[in-house]
Nanobody, 127 residues
Framework: QLQLVESGGGLVQPGGSLRLSCAAS????????IGWFRQAPGKEREGVSC????????YYADSVKGRFTISRDNAKNTWYLQMNSLKPEDTATYYC????????????????????WGQGTQVTVSS
């Protein structure tokens, strides 16, 4: 059974950091582009960051460039989103996503293409 499970969300003060993790089971990540999306109440879903299967291409939304870093560990079938200098506007439910078939990071993150989705983890940035 294919499954993605996020962890690492929580409540953090502005300027703080969190690291989200996504563990995949039922398939191996080697040939999948993976990424993170988020959705805040009343807002559209946004592609935050995506990385290609080999890790050679990345995409970051303008709103998170310089603050967030995506990484993957194919040996552990897990990927991560390190979030630094968090702002209240980063508050959202974050979803990890995986897609195969050679989908580019642009198509994935900007086009919202994803085959497998996690259940989401809440990130709240507030003082």
């Amino acid at each position: 059974q294919l499954q993605l499970v996020e962890s690492g969300g929580g409540l953090v003060q502005p300027g703080g950091s969190l690291r989200l993790s996504c563990a995949a089971s039922g398939f191996t990540l080697d040939y999948y582009a993976i990424g993170w999306f988020r959705q805040a109440p009343g807002k559209e879903r946004e592609g935050v960051s995506c990385i290609s299967s080999r890790g050679t291409s990345t995409y970051y939304a303008d709103s998170v460039k310089g603050r967030f870093t995506i990484s993957r560990d194919n040996a552990k079938n897990t990927w991560y989103l390190q979030m630094n200098s968090l702002k209240p506007e980063d508050t959202a439910t974050y979803y990890c996503v995986a897609v195969g078939g050679g989908v580019t990071v642009q198509a994935m993150c900007v086009g919202g293409i994803g085959a497998y989705w996690g259940q989401g983890t809440q990130v709240t940035v507030s003082s």
